[in-house]
């Protein structure tokens, strides 16, 4: 049984992969299973990243389309939910780029559907739009969603406390 259930979407990409292999290394580490799905536009991007060791075997798949109709994004997240083997669910957001998007469409599919989500996003304005037309509908759902983490410094952040983590045996 599964305590966590993530779709990390762009998981087949670099960010998204690494953020798939860590997902998967602290889910081992901690001995609480997680279930990653990646999420994107193309299998063949994704059968490409289990084939060149971007993302582990095992990892399932789900079609989707952040940038495509709304309505059939959210019944793709719908779908996807119900066949979550916990109540515990997440999206990751990591598909890039982001530059030139102005539309936070994933994320508020996300909080109209009592998803929580967070994203890597580095694009000034659309976390700004982000946070200035969805901070308080967020807080009306009591859906968590945190934007902008980033994979520069969040990710190295991490890692270096992971690092020193270990050089004092605590991990």
């Known amino acids: 049984c599964y305590a966590l259930n993530v779709l ?50 095992g990892v399932d798949f789900v079609s989707l389309d952040i940038d495509g109709d709304e309505s059939l994004l959210k019944q793709t997240l719908v779908d996807w939910k119900k066949s979550c083997t916990s109540d515990e669910c997440l999206v990751a957001h990591t598909a890039g780029p982001f530059q ?3 539309i936070p469409t994933l994320l508020s599919s996300c909080l109209d559907l009592s ?17 200035l037309d969805l901070d308080q ?22 890692m270096a406390a992971e690092g020193g983590a270990q050089l004092k045996g605590t991990s």
């Open 115 to 131: 998803i929580p989500y967070v994203d890597v996003c580095d694009e000034w304005e659309l976390a700004e739009v982000s946070k």
């Open 8 to 57: 990390v979407v762009g998981g087949s990409g670099r960010v998204g992969g690494s953020t798939v292999r860590w997902l998967e290394t602290l889910s081992n580490r901690q001995q609480s299973p997680v279930s990653i799905t990646v999420g994107g536009r193309r299998e063949d991007s994704y059968q490409a990243a289990i084939r060149n060791k971007v993302i582990p075997k």
């Open 100 to 102: 030139g998007r102005r």
């Open 137 to 158: 509908k967020a807080k009306e759902a009591g859906v968590p969603a945190i934007v902008s983490c980033g994979i520069w410094p969040g990710v190295s952040a991490l």
